[in-house]
């Protein structure tokens, strides 16, 4: 241990490093390093500007930004939406490779800036006739994000953030996380050839753990929540002079996971769904697909109000269900967070205000699912329509009966699940055995039979 940093050694008796020990860490700098020398000259090519979602301060974007340094809260990149409009076109758009930069123009790179990628984005949206016709519903879609590089939707945020972090002077990153955000930084990271450090609660999915370590990355664990993890990376990353990826504290995340909404606009014909149900721990995507459809709204690119959108979590981890229902302003910690479904175990979003904001302004809502109702969901959208997602993703099947069963979703309601991973990063839910063939050809192709028509 003696060669962790002194911030890492303050934790050390809660904490467990897993794999590469750090050697050669960065020193002084802050998150406010030198400019790369090879960055562009001159403005961002159509940002506006980065201002403070709750006091308004505007921010220098040419700065690696974090939080707004008056009031502490989540910072949003702004455009010239006249601008992005005169320079491009739908025809433009859909003529260009599949991916997330396919909108470069309504992302934050510089003129020039070239990405950190894996090719993430231009997943598909699948529509869900027989789910849909088990539940009683008519149309019902899901974007698929477990087809993305690292396995998840964490690779448009991670990827845009270590893009923009890297071309702003950042050494080196640190990041808290329940699992697969850890995994997609160490990859981009890689990618770029930057160092990473990744902390997660002990109990994380390994595949989510392997990823990390197989890409390079410091990986500790810790007892705890991703909450805990937190507070290690916001002192291990300025003792470092890393930049700290913590979910909604630097603006940069958030415009990666904006392109959800963007390809879904463009999906289904430059239109949005009446209903978007999306499984809610940081809530990045919350936040990001609203935000993406306001900037296509003000381009005349969209019209119309906006989907109600339904926040989803496990009943053993649910502040933002909590706030809602008791009409508070923002989230408080949960207590003792307890979820099978790792990305839903984030007992204090940083962005429980504008999540909730979000929730109320399109006449959505919240709703919790049991363990149980998570583990058949994730049953039954295999063995209806092919699709092993993962536990989260599972969650909106399970919300979906319910909100039915409340009268919350009318029969002919167009709705769109946010399917945020692959089910392969995860333990599988309880299945039964495989069956066992033996003995003769006869007996064994009679097993089969009775199996099979019992």
Known sequence: MGSLPPVILAWAPRLVTVGIPIHGAARGGGILAPRNPHEPEGAMTFISHVECTICGHRHDAKRLLTVCAKCGQMLAVRYDLERVKAHVTKDTLTSRPPGMYRFRELTPLDDGEA???LGEGGTPVLALPRLADHLGMRRLWAKDEGQNPTGTFKARGLGMAITRGRTLGARGFVIPSAGNAGGAAAAYAARCGLPCIVIVPRGTPPAAIAEALIAGAHVFTID??????????AKAAPALGWFDLSTLK????????????????ADLGWRMPDVLLYPTGGGTGLVGIPKA?????????????????????????????KAFREGAETTTAWENPTT????????????????????????????????????EAHR???????????????ALVAALAVLKDRGDLARDAEVLLVFTG???????????APTHLEGSEEEVLLRVQRVVRP
Not at 224 to 232: D, L, M, N, Q, Y
């Open 115 to 117: 990405p950190v990628t």
């Open 224 to 233: 705890g929540s991703i909450a805990t993890a937190g507070r290690v990376a």
């Open 250 to 265: 630097e603006p940069y995340r958030l415009e990666g996971k904006k392109t959800i909404g963007l390809e879904l606009a």
């Open 293 to 321: 459809y306001d900037e296509l709204r003000a381009m005349g690119w969209l019209s119309g109000e906006l989907p109600r959108f339904f926040a989803v979590q496990a009943e053993g981890c649910a502040p933002v269900v």
């Open 340 to 375: 099978a479904a790792a990305g839903l175990r984030v007992p204090s979003p940083f962005a429980g205000r504008q999540m909730l904001r979000v929730l109320r302004d399109t006449r959505g809502g919240a709703v919790a699912v049991s363990e149980r109702q998570i583990e």
């Open 380 to 394: 039954l959208i295999a063995r209806v329509e092919g699709i092993w997602t993962a536990p989260e993703s599972a």
């Open 422 to 432: 692959s089910g392969l990063k995860y333990a599988p839910p309880a299945l039964p």
